[in-house]
RNA sequence: UGCCUCAUAGUAUAAUGGUAGUACGACAGAUUUUGGUUCUGUUUGUCUUGGUUCGAAUCCAGGUGAGGCAACCA
């Protein structure tokens, strides 16, 4: 069937490539993330698409952290970044650094100071931006511009030596300070910044601009297809020069749209505000688009794969909707996810006719889609617990549940008629009385009624108790960053709704952190690794289709 | 008012000069011991104006609209 789908623009690059005999056939991408944050789903269309399209083509694809602002950046991050690329399900071929070219950057700029292309610049940061010039006006001279060979390289070396505060002096490329377009407007290439880095110490006290040290790190790691996202589009003439000036592997950069997804942010900056302000609890918050919170809340590595492959690639903006990724996870989980009952909104139903203090150990399906989950059994009683809204005093004419003289079954047991029900002072529901049909028993149901509702239910007595947490889109509107003002006001009051005690089949007690279960009707649940022996904590991944939810709110 | 990208159903994405298709969504129906799943059907689209051509979503020109670019961030 791949066979069958059309390429994608960059599939289309790479194979004319290779009918080309460009590099020889060989294809090798990287994935280079800052080591300053965790993974969020953009990354994974990233991720998915430089190990996809490597892998495709007979290639590999090298993790390489452009860790090239000591400040920004940490260990914790790196860790972090591994793990989610292996969760994802890809393997790196070789884990590199940018700091480990360090080095070998250093000696570019000497190279391209030497060949006349690099100056040493005193101007303050200010200076210098005063002197860009703007997008339609050109920029001017720097009064250091035309420094000699020798000073400039005596100055660099300077720099390199800690001889200057931070900020003193940058490294600029000599371009053209009139282009027109900004990046080539004698951009900076060193800066001086006395600061610890993550893995080179106090090694140095210059560090290249992300702009001197991308490009020519794929192209010492020999790199053949550099895919990022659109706003380097007007850095790739820069990359391009740097590269013919100093005469190296010429790895050639490809840009594609970023992924949006409505109803959250996908910024870095943004998410770690979250995560400092304590909107959510962690970079891991189930409500959080990043990929260990995806992997927390239940989500598959396959399931976001399968997303990444349909949401496609192009040069155009975008903005998916979150229900696509939804689609994926049902999808996937109907197949796979074993069904049992829970009751998350507990009230109590008492079967008049049912012998008190009887029981009966009734078979209960694990999968209908996955014959080879196989049976278990459920134990049934006269007093049960179902789902408040499950039940309504006055029924539309739509309601297929319980209401006064309606009838429905019990999963897995008996059909039930509702007779009557106690209130409290409050007007709330608090016991629901029932009849049942001892020949409807499933499985050998000699009634002959046909109800239009099945219910799901659990026995008082032999029920457990579990903590459920449900998740709702973290923020109220479709597209928080363009809206006005703070996006954190947008952010959804209602996005975590804990039950503390909800009641589950007693076998759930059992469970271990990451497996996932259809709760029957009411969606997929995976259990929290703050689950302790004896109390699970079920976070729910995502509802079932609702289309009575639907009908319900349309009056 | 400079440079660079981009523009196909509600959202994404195909068609690479030759019948505008697919997925998700929406709507309707069938099946169903999950109002789930599955199945069937319906709906909705080439930004605009010219040009080239037997033929244009596709090529060309102008317009309109959206996004990006002026961090010692990446």
Redesign the pocket.
Known sequence: MSEE?????LE?IVEEDIANGVHGGRILTRF???P?GYLHIGHAKSICLNFGLAKKYNGQTNLRF????P???ETEYVDSIKQDIQWLGFQWAGEFY?SDYFEQLYGFAVKLIEKGLAYV?????????AM??????P?KNSPYRDRSVEENLQLFADMRAGKFP?????LRAKLDMA?????L?D??MY???HAHHHRTGDAWCI????????GQSDSIEQITHSIC????????PLYDWFIEKLEIFPSRQY???RL?L?YTVTSK?KLLQLVNEKHVNGWDDPRMPTLSAYRRRGYTPSSIRTFAD????????????V??L???I??EL??TAN?VMAVLDPVKLVITNYPEGQTEELQA?N???DASAGHRKVTFSNTLYIERE?FMEN?PK????LSPGLMV??????IIKCDSFDKDADGNVTTIYCSYLPE??????KSGI???????WVSAAHAATAEVRLYDRLFKVENPA?EEGDFKSYINPDSLHVIPRAYIEPALLDVQPGERF?????GYFAVDPDSTPGKPVFNRTVT?????????K?G
């Open positions: 789908r059309s390429l994608n623009f289309q280079p993330p800052e300053n452009d860790d090239t602002n400040v920004t950046e940018a610049d005193d101007s303050s940061a200010a200076e210098i931006a860009k010039g703007t997008p339609t006006e920029g931070d900020g003193a002096k940058v282009a027109p377009n900004m990046h407007r951009p900076l800066r001086i910044k560090y290249p601009m992300y702009d001197f040290a991308h996202t659109l706003e380097f589009v007007p850095h790739r840009e594609f749209a949006a409505n900056r349909r949401v496609g690639v192009q040069k155009r903006d975008n903005l998916i909707d229900g696509l939804e689609f994926c049902r999808e109907n197949k069904r399906e999968n209908p889609e499950d029924a739509k309601f297929f549940r079954r019990l999963k897995y047991a008996y409807s028993h499933s499985g050998s149901d046909s109800v239009k509702g099945t219910i799901h363009s259809q709760f029957l009707r009411k079932l289709k609702d289309t009575w939810a639907k009908e319900a349309k």
